[in-house]
Nanobody, 123 residues
Framework: QVQVVESGGGLVQAGGSLRLSCAAS????????MGWFRQAPGKEREFVAAISVSGGSITYSDSVKGRFTISRDNAKNTVNLQMNSLNPEDTAVYYC????????????????WGQGTQVTVSS
């Protein structure tokens, strides 16, 4: 079993920045693909970003590309999501997720999830 805990959400004005962090338990953190997803009220869960085991492969959704940056620190068992130039459409609960295997963007293929952290962007 892998425990996943997100932190760093909050309220920010449009144009501002937030940094989300995710800690995942387990001695095999360096073997996990890590992903960020988000879900706004009344909408389906959507992919945000994901990073491969080594950090050498990264993928972003078109809606956040150029504004968000995902990174990982295998020594600290953490993955971060730096979010810049936020806009109200980024308002959602953000989830960190873990899987073993290839880098994918489909949320149903991730095995372990955090409880989510709320990000609210005011206009």
């Amino acid at each position: 079993q892998v425990q996943v805990v997100e932190s760093g959400g909050g309220l920010v004005q449009a144009g501002g920045s937030l940094r989300l962090s995710c800690a995942a338990s387990g001695r095999t953190f360096s073997s996990y693909v890590m992903g960020w997803f988000r879900q706004a009220p009344g909408k389906e869960r959507e992919f945000v970003a994901a990073i491969s085991v080594s950090g050498g492969s990264i993928t972003y959704s078109d809606s956040v590309k150029g504004r968000f940056t995902i990174s990982r620190d295998n020594a600290k068992n953490t993955v971060n999501l730096q979010m810049n130039s936020l806009n109200p459409e980024d308002t959602a609960v953000y989830y960190c997720a873990v899987r073993q295997g290839t880098l994918v963007r489909t949320w149903t293929r991730y095995d372990y999830w955090g409880q989510g952290t709320q990000v609210t962007v005011s206009s």
